[in-house]
């Protein structure tokens, strides 16, 4: 990255980092399907918080003069077996599905993170006790971790929540914890412990903000695993409860029995949950070549 | 090597048993019992013998006891009695297991057939279209539920072939036909989501090993394209791989567990998830203690599975 001339001469204080509409504007010409990504990601952000605006239907209202209705412009992407306006539907469920996947990825990574952290700055027998519990964690499938969790807890979204986060804690534990292993051992942390800078400020103040990078990548990567389980616990009934639209239950057994006279049923929310997923996938891998320079172009 | 082996397995064993600890506290958890569940079916129950229910159970003991006396079957190989079923719990899963093996090897098979060959190209092509597609293909693959992948399949058949699957189980001896295509679409299902991780793995790993000086050497010898790398390179670029396999088994099971669902398949996936529903304790514990086994075990053999195949991996000293 070449310095610009004028930049030397100004005095300290000054902006050496390019904006943020420049990186923004160089991340959409290197990564253009990551950008695509992004942008899907954003325009289902907007879905999610202007729902009520998008809605031409009430989405739980049921209309039994019209059930399993074809798509028409009344109803853009028909009705369900009750009625239900799909279209109206697959907006709310845009709002449950961010919420779920972007509370459940918040809260495994940063409890994770923070886990990863500590382990990985005090080291030693700590680091392996907490390593080999992470092991038990991690051990089990994550579909399987999180059914068992939701059918333990109960249906609610605090639980489903509950249920996604925990199988994300080892994986966010292991990516922090090998970055911290690394920048331990850098002469700025070094030099800070000579300077008599208490341990947790260290780790907190000037360890973790250089793990920034790992974890923008782990969380973008997780939000779409994270919205993946709540759309399969929902479709086996353990998910998010009524009344909420939920794409997964939209999908859920009784759903599939009308399948045959009534594809758009399927087709939809599937097509929904698929293209979050996989925005959010584009824009993990990008955000990874991108700010992790030792897997790029892998 | 040896000590490698038996620290290894020392660790295994201590993950399982925290493992156990960990579904064991789970399912107690849970709000409602099998017995609510039984009652609530079968309307007033006075509690005397709602009590009866409980100690003809075991449920009335201890949770300590519980979980000893549920260590202590584990290690005997006893899986316990299947409180909905009231039948051994071994009975009721031991018929669903060739289902969920056949259906697991052959998603299995169709990951590594479709993973390997697009990771190839996709290196050999890299950056040019192709590679670009091949990457889209496989990305979408991780980002379709393997649940609405299987109904597209069945619809897409429905309407287009007007032809519908079998609804119920149809055994290899009845009809040999009809009992491959039964298997053979829900394991391209859950083939084709688990083959991303290879796709990618291979693809990176080919990459790697293309910029080494004895794949110039053999460029340089004017050996033929296609035998620098299907020989010489993929057999160095695929132990990577094969590790990804056993983590890739993990994954595997979690869409065995709905694609079986979907597919109406009496496997031990769908089982799970029922017994999930009935909170059929003994089945699940013993169910999920077996998932975490195969995990565990596969990933051992896998690592040691790596040392074999690459002399420069050496463990321990």
């Known amino acids: 990255m070449a310095v610009r001339p004028a930049a030397i001469a100004v005095p300290a204080g000054a902006r050496l980092q390019p904006g943020a509409w420049t990186v923004v504007a160089r991340f959409v010409r290197k990564k253009p399907l990551g950008a695509a990504g992004g942008a899907l990601m954003l325009v289902m952000l907007v879905t999610a918080v202007f729902a009520e605006r998008l809605q031409t239907h009430d989405p739980i209202a049921t209309n039994a003069a019209y059930t399993l209705g074809q798509p028409n412009l009344e109803h853009l992407l028909g009705t369900d077996h009750l009625g239900r306006d799909i279209y109206s539907r697959i907006v709310h469920g845009a709002r449950v599905s961010l919420v779920v996947g972007v509370a459940s990825t918040l809260m495994g990574s940063v409890l994770g993170g923070i886990i990863g952290l500590l382990s990985g700055y005090i080291g030693g027998k700590t680091d392996l006790v907490t390593q080999r519990i992470l092991d038990i964690l991690q051990g089990l499938p994550l579909l399987v971790l999180a059914l068992v969790m939701s059918a333990a807890l109960g249906p609610s979204v605090q639980n489903v929540v509950i249920a996604i986060s925990i199988p994300i804690i080892p994986r966010a534990a292991r990516v922090i914890r090998s970055s911290v292993l690394s920048i331990r051992e850098m002469q700025y942390v070094e030099a800070a412990r000579a300077l008599g800078v208490q341990h947790l400020r260290i780790a907190f103040r000037h360890i973790l903000p250089n793990t920034m990078g790992p974890f923008i990548v782990l969380c973008t990567a997780q939000l779409g695993s994270a919205i993946l389980v709540e759309a399969t616990l929902s479709y086996l009934g353990l998910g998010v409860p009524e009344p909420y639209p939920s794409w997964g239950r939209m999908l859920s057994v009784s759903a599939a029995e009308y399948a045959q006279k009534a594809p758009h049923l399927v087709l939809f929310p599937g097509i929904a949950i698929s293209l979050a997923v996989f925005s959010s996938n584009l824009l993990g891998d990008a955000l990874r070549d991108t700010l992790d320079p030792r897997l790029r172009g892998s | ?317």
């Open chain 2, 1 to 317: 090597m040896k000590t490698y082996v038996a620290q290894r397995l020392v660790i295994a064993l201590l993950t399982l048993l925290g493992m156990s600890v960990v579904i064991f506290v789970l399912l107690r958890l849970a709000p409602g019992d099998i017995v609510d569940i039984l009652f609530s079916t079968a309307g007033y129950v006075s509690p005397s013998e709602k009590q009866a229910i409980m100690k003809e159970l075991g449920m009335d003991r201890p949770y300590v006891v519980q979980y000893l006396d549920w260590l202590h079957q584990i290690v005997t190989g006893d899986l316990g009695k299947s409180y909905r079923y009231d039948l051994p719990a071994w009975e009721v899963i031991r018929p669903l297991v060739p289902v969920t093996l056949e259906l697991a090897a052959l998603s299995m098979i169709f990951a590594v057939l479709i993973g390997v060959p697009t990771g190839v190209v996709s290196a050999v092509r890299q950056d040019t279209t192709l590679d670009y597609a091949l990457r889209v293909f496989s990305l979408a693959g991780l980002s379709m539920p393997a649940f609405w992948l299987g109904m597209v399949i069945i619809l897409g058949l429905v309407s287009w072939f007007a032809w519908i699957p079998p609804l119920t189980y149809v055994s290899p001896t009845t009809n040999l036909k009809l009992h491959a295509i039964q298997f053979l679409l829900p394991a391209l299902a859950v083939g084709y989501r688990s083959s991303a991780l290879i796709m990618r793995i291979t693809r990176s790993s080919l990459l790697e090993v293309m910029r080494e000086d004895y794949i110039r050497t053999a460029w340089a010898k004017g050996q033929t394209g296609r035998i620098v790398i299907w020989r010489h390179a993929l057999k160095n670029a695929l132990l990577p791989v094969v590790t990804v396999i056993g983590i890739e088994f993990a994954f595997l099971i979690g869409g065995l567990v709905v694609t079986e669902t979907v597919f109406n398949l009496p496997g031990v996936a769908r089982f799970l998830v029922q017994a999930i529903l009935w909170r059929d304790y003994p089945v699940v514990q013993n169910l999920v203690m077996f998932t975490a086994i195969v995990v565990i075990v596969s990933n051992l053999v896998v690592d040691m599975l790596y040392g074999v195949l690459d002399p420069r991996v050496r463990y321990g000293s």
